[in-house]
């Protein structure tokens, strides 16, 4: 069974950095594409960043420039670098191993 556990979430000030972090288990992790998705109140959950098995990355528009995905195939850790976070940045963020696995979740808050 497929796990995934997001963590690093928290309360930030506008401009502020966090990282968050995802570990999986029960999966083929240096197989797999892995995806960053947020769901702000009110919104439908949003795409944010994928990283193929080989390091390949593409993000969403909103966060060119700013956000950074990376992974730690040995840690099984697919990691977000989220930098000069904005209001609009506040979210529950979530990870995702395509197409059906998903964690529990990461409130990201930013206060301007």
């Known amino acids: 069974q497929v796990q995934l556990v997001e963590s690093g979430g928290g309360l930030v000030q506008a401009g502020g950095s966090l990282r968050l972090s995802c570990v999986a288990s029960?999966?083929?992790?240096?197989?797999?594409?892995m995806r960053w998705f947020r769901q702000a109140p009110g919104n439908q959950r949003g795409f944010v960043a994928f990283?193929?098995?080989?390091?390949?990355?593409q993000y969403a528009d909103s966060v060119k420039g700013r956000f950074t995905i990376s992974r730690d195939n040995a840690k099984n850790t697919v990691y977000l670098q989220m930098n000069n976070l904005k209001s609009e940045d506040t979210a529950i963020y979530y990870c995702?191993?395509?197409?059906?696995?998903w964690g529990q979740g990461t409130q990201v808050t930013v206060s301007s």
């Open positions: 990283i193929t098995h080989d390091g390949y990355t």
């Open positions: 995702n191993q395509p197409p059906e696995y």
């Open positions: 029960g999966t083929t992790f240096d197989r797999q594409t």
